[in-house]
């Protein structure tokens, strides 16, 4: 953007020359070896991340902080510390030659795992200017760096201004707490050459400055046209710079918060200007240890960098407040703070890519939470400042159950299962007590379909239910307690069989989305004729009217199963493993009537005829809704429900449709909606990704606790050849190689323990020998049993 001179640039010689610093390389020089992903230019006017775990930063891709977000409305970009927010950005404009520019529409955007870069290198001429940004982990701050670089022929002066928009408030909720935003102060801090903003009636600070001589205004730019909302101020920096033919200058800002002291905030700091290179170091060394996790090398490779920038966005999501706990939030922007079903999805897939630390902290956190509600329900959403929104809706309850059971086997922690023991018993007794008032095994209310009106028996609550009861009964085998493990091994069997015979519906080749009474289905029908209707979907509309004609017959009271809205949840139980096979295949292959190129349908009366070949932008609507969507937790349900029935390649057909949405809008992230509506970065993406492809194709099903890995492969008919190295379970790790070559399959095991049991199950189309270290070996139960460091196996197939 381009103007006419400011007033504030005329006179330069009024201003602060910046002293002459010995030269030093910019930031961004650490991150030579580091994957960056550049941005697609029509979504340069869409948001970015850049986060640490205390602090994080929501901008545009452009390079400019609109108003955004719909949780505190307009608030939910900018620069977030929480429990608060600290600034709503920041602008930067450079005076020239009679001529003033703002950096407000960059060229190119890179985005980093561990920082990203905005490059402006056709706005100013003469000027090449790049700005680069990241957040340290366990600091309330950040650190922005400009580096300026003159590529003209001629020596350049320049003025460089930088200015901040504080907006201190509070974070969804606040209000309930005591936390009552007040309008913002400044005052500039000479000592440090920054600002710092306070809250007029709250201790809550933001620093931001260079640690350079500057001339300082209490004013917004003249230059850039930015008002954001809220009871913010604006402080100016403005640095005089010369700059050679062919040399570049480097400008690095940093900005710290408190919520609690001026003394904390000038301690981050000072830390932030004295380390920052340091801190930078030590996050590029973390996440490349999280990409060695689990890590994949597989012949579809943008399915393999999906997986890996799946690991990397879930870091990003990590969100601690030392008063509450640390734990991984939902997504970003409007929901960074804690619920209990996304991470009960979540979790799964981060133990199985290594992350006890972030597994074990959010869970302590959600058991935390969810002891406020004194009957071992499981929250829902918790707001950062620990203000529950939600104290749970139904299915969660059991998913925590199902959760520390799975943990359990990856990590072998005895102590961890008596830990959250008790609590399981407590929101069991709880779950079908209080919610099942007819005692037919089935809990009444909402599960992961929030539709208004729609909390009767819903088919995801009940199958979760039965993977629950069966889970518990598990772990009160290994805490014998063996009056609770029969107990629950005989309602866990007892409600498979209902699920099988009352959720099913023959004549849809579907489990019913829910079971209630005909006068609760003819309430529900006219409100989704009337959304397949606003959606023109005509195939919808005729379905549900003679849905409706045939149940107008039916007494008012009967209780029965309605295929009503094709939601996805009616493919958990393929998910959880429990459908019969018969009805699992008619259900599945129905199920793919309800996609489109990037995924699954949330609700299937949305999609039509047109769907699969549908492959632009979703439309959304002006207020924030999820109705028409295709989400990635569907699509990864379903890859895991075609796996658990032996099904790899279609598996792999929606991890390949999901994987279509990686880096369309955000490089390097997979927004929540597919392909770009939602949150930009969604925890649960990593369930979608990890499960089918850890657990499923590589085979990898754990029981640490007995020291022992049941490896089951599940390979797609067009991988020849498959890697996954550094598999964490226990104390142990293993790595397993796969290659397919003239009907052999030959597996090539690691394992650093070489005392663990290794239960390898021979694929069902195995024929002829079987090699076990070149030694043919006869497989006892369709298995081969070994331990040692390396093995090697060889079948026919």
């Known amino acids: 953007m381009k103007l006419g001179i400011s007033p504030i640039f005329l006179g330069l010689g009024l201003l602060f020359s910046c002293q002459s610093e010995p030269k030093k390389e910019p930031l ?7 994957e960056g992903i550049s941005g697609n230019k029509e979504y340069m006017a869409s948001p970015y991340v850049t986060a640490g775990d205390r602090v994080y930063m929501v901008g545009h891709q452009d390079g400019t902080f609109p108003d955004l977000g719909f949780h505190v409305e307009g608030e939910m970009g900018g620069i977030w510390n929480h429990p608060i927010k600290l600034m709503d950005g920041f602008t930067v404009a450079i005076a020239m030659d009679d001529a003033s520019y703002c950096l407000d529409d960059a060229d190119e955007f890179i985005n980093y795992p561990v920082a990203n870069k905005h490059i402006f290198n056709s706005q100013i001429p003469g000027l090449e200017i790049e700005r680069f940004h990241f957040v340290p982990d366990g600091r309330e701050g950040m650190v922005i760096e400009f580096e300026i670089r003159n590529v003209d022929k001629s020596k350049k002066s320049l003025l460089f201004e930088f200015t901040g928009h504080t907006d201190l408030l509070p974070a969804w909720l606040g209000e309930r707490v005591g936390m009552i935003d007040q309008e913002d102060n400044l005052e500039f801090d000479k000592q440090r050459q920054a600002w710092r903003g306070k809250d007029d009636g709250n201790e809550w600070y933001v620093l931001f400055g260079s640690g350079r001589d500057s001339r300082h205004r209490e004013e917004a730019s003249a230059t850039c046209n930015y008002t954001p909302q809220g009871n913010g101020k604006a402080g100016k920096l403005s640095y005089e710079l010369s700059i050679s033919p062919e040399k570049s200058e480097i ?14 905030l000038e301690k981050t700091y000072d830390l932030l200007q004295q380390y920052s290179d340091t801190y930078l170091k030590d996050k590029i060394t973390h996440y490349r240890k999280i990409a060695e996790k689990s890590k994949i090398t597989i012949p579809d490779k943008d399915l393999e960098k999906a997986f890996e920038w799946v690991k990397y966005n879930t870091e990003w999501l990590v969100r601690e407040v030392p008063e509450i706990g640390r ?32 597994v074990y902290h959010t869970i302590e956190l959600i058991h935390k939470l969810s002891e406020s509600n004194g009957n071992g329900q499981v929250i829902h959403e918790v707001s950062t400042n620990g203000v529950i929104f939600n104290p749970g809706n139904i299915n969660e309850t059991p998913q925590f159950a199902s959760l520390i059971w799975w943990v359990y086997q990856w990590t072998g922690d005895k102590e961890f299962l008596e830990k959250y023991y008790p609590f399981i018993l407590q929101g069991m007794t709880w779950l079908m007590e209080e919610n099942d008032e007819d005692g037919n095994l089935f809990p009444d209310g909402y599960g ?16 979760y239910t039965q993977k629950a009861f069966d889970d518990v009964s598990k772990i009160a085998k290994i805490l014998e307690d063996q009056e609770n493990a029969d107990k ?23 489990y019913a989305d829910f079971i209630g009474t005909t006068a609760e289905a003819l309430q529900m029908i006219n409100a989704a004729i009337i959304r397949a209707d606003t959606l023109d979907k005509p195939w919808a509309v005729e379905e549900l009217q003679a849905t409706k004609k045939k149940l107008q017959t039916y007494p008012r009271s009967r209780k029965s199963g309605f295929v009503m809205f094709h939601n996805w949840v009616v493919n958990t139980p393929m998910e959880m493993g429990i459908a019969d096979k018969d009805k699992a295949i008619k259900a599945l292959d129905k199920a793919e009537r309800f996609v489109n190129p990037f995924g699954v349908f949330v609700t299937g009366i949305d999609r039509d005829d047109a769907s699969e070949y549908e492959d632009g932008s979703f439309s959304g609507s002006k207020v924030f809704s999820y109705t028409g969507a295709v989400m990635t937790l569907p699509t990864g349900v379903q890859a895991v429900a075609e796996n658990n029935y032996g099904r790899p390649d279609k598996a792999l057909d929606y991890l390949k449709r999901m994987t279509r949405s990686f880096s369309y809008a955000l490089p390097g992230s997979i927004y929540e909606v597919s392909p770009d509506y939602g949150m930009m970065a969604q925890a649960w993406n990593l369930y979608a990704y990890a499960v089918p492809i850890v657990t499923q194709f590589f085979g990898i099903q ?10 089951k492969p599940l390979l797609p008919s067009s991988w020849n050849e498959a890697k996954i190295e550094n598999v964490v379970i226990g104390d142990n790790e293993i790595s397993i190689t796969y290659e397919v070559i003239d009907g052999e399959l030959k597996a090539e095991i690691r394992q650093k323990k070489g005392d663990w049991k290794i239960k390898f199950e021979i694929p069902e189309a195995a024929k002829g020998k079987t090699l076990l270290n070149g030694k043919e070996t006869e497989p006892k139960q369709g298995a081969l049993v070994f331990d040692g460091s390396k093995n090697t196996i060889e079948i026919a197939i």
């Open 327 to 358: 734990g991984l939030g939902a997504g970003i922007p409007d929901y960074p703070w804690w619920f209990g079903v996304d991470n009960e999805y979540t979790l799964k897939g981060a133990i199985a890519t290594g992350r006890k630390d972030l």
């Open 28 to 34: 961004a020089a650490l991150l030579k070896d580091v």
């Open 448 to 463: 992961m379909m929030e539709i208004h009106g729609l909390e009767s028996e819903m088919i995801d609550v009940a199958v």
């Open 251 to 264: 400008l690095t800002f940093y900005i710290a918060g408190s919520y609690k002291s001026q003394e904390e």
């Open 488 to 510: 629950y091994r005989e309602l866990a069997e007892e409600l498979k069989q209902k699920i099988n015979e009352e959720f099913w519906v023959e004549e849809f080749s579907s």
């Open 702 to 711: 754990p029981d640490a606790g007995n020291k022992t890995i049941h490896i």
